[in-house]
């Protein structure tokens, strides 16, 4: 009985004594920084397409309140002359500005995001609901969008002003 009450009192002592020791801090080196990924360039076949035949250009804005129709031919083409050859990165800080939609005679053809603030310019379109292309925005497209969102803000505020002068 001395036995085992000595040795558990010897195993309570070098367990207390272990636990003095201090412990070595663990440092690891930080996780590398993945590059973004990049998806591929719209096929220059399908732009050529909506180039010939696009009939539509809709864009839906997220936090703007209007949205835009282009159904003329040359602003047709205007928009998908907006549509850079330069595959773009997925930048994971980069949040989508709304929706655009390409279409032919009534069928869509090409749609997905449009992302438009500091270091993000650029469209990801989707096939079924996957992303699939990643395109940059040309710079007559950040121009227009510039243009465009400036001018929808300026038409807001006089009708807020408009509106409180009755």
Same mark, same amino acid.
């Given at each position: 009985?001395?036995?085992?009450?000595?040795?558990?009192?010897?195993?309570?002592?070098?367990?207390?004594?272990?636990?003095?020791?201090?412990?070595?801090?663990?440092?690891?080196?930080?996780?590398?920084?993945?590059?973004?990924?990049?998806?591929?360039?719209?096929?220059?076949?399908?732009?050529?397409?909506?180039?010939?035949?696009?009939?539509?250009?809709?864009?839906?804005?997220?936090?703007? /309140?209007?949205?835009?129709?282009?159904?003329?031919?040359?602003?047709?083409?205007?928009?998908?002359?907006?549509?850079?050859?330069?595959?773009? /990165?997925?930048?994971?800080?980069?949040?989508?500005?709304?929706?655009?939609?390409?279409?032919?005679?009534?069928?869509?053809?090409?749609?997905?995001?449009?992302?438009?603030?500091?270091?993000?310019?650029?469209?990801?379109?989707?096939?079924?609901?996957?992303?699939?292309?990643?395109?940059?925005?040309?710079?007559?497209?950040?121009?227009?969008?510039?243009?465009?969102?400036?001018?929808?803000?300026?038409?807001?505020?006089?009708?807020?002003?408009?509106?409180?002068?009755?």
């Amino acid at each position: 009985m001395k036995q085992v009450f000595y040795s558990i009192m010897l195993a309570l002592i070098l367990t207390a004594c272990n636990q003095d020791k201090p412990t070595q801090p663990t440092t690891s080196a930080p996780p590398p920084v993945a590059p973004a990924a990049t998806l591929p360039s719209v096929p220059l076949a399908e732009l050529e397409k909506l180039w010939q035949e696009g009939t539509q250009v809709d864009y839906i804005f997220y936090n703007y /309140p209007f949205t835009m129709s282009l159904s003329d031919k040359p602003a047709v083409q205007n928009a998908v002359r907006h549509i850079s050859e330069a595959p773009a /990165p997925l930048k994971p800080e980069c949040k989508p500005m709304g929706r655009v939609t390409y279409q032919i005679r009534g069928e869509i053809t090409l749609e997905g995001e449009f992302f438009f603030s500091q270091g993000c310019t650029y469209f990801v379109f989707e096939k079924n609901r996957v992303k699939t292309y990643a395109n940059f925005m040309t710079d007559d497209a950040i121009k227009y969008f510039n243009g465009q969102i400036q001018q929808a803000i300026q038409l807001q505020k006089q009708m807020e002003q408009g509106g409180g002068q009755q």
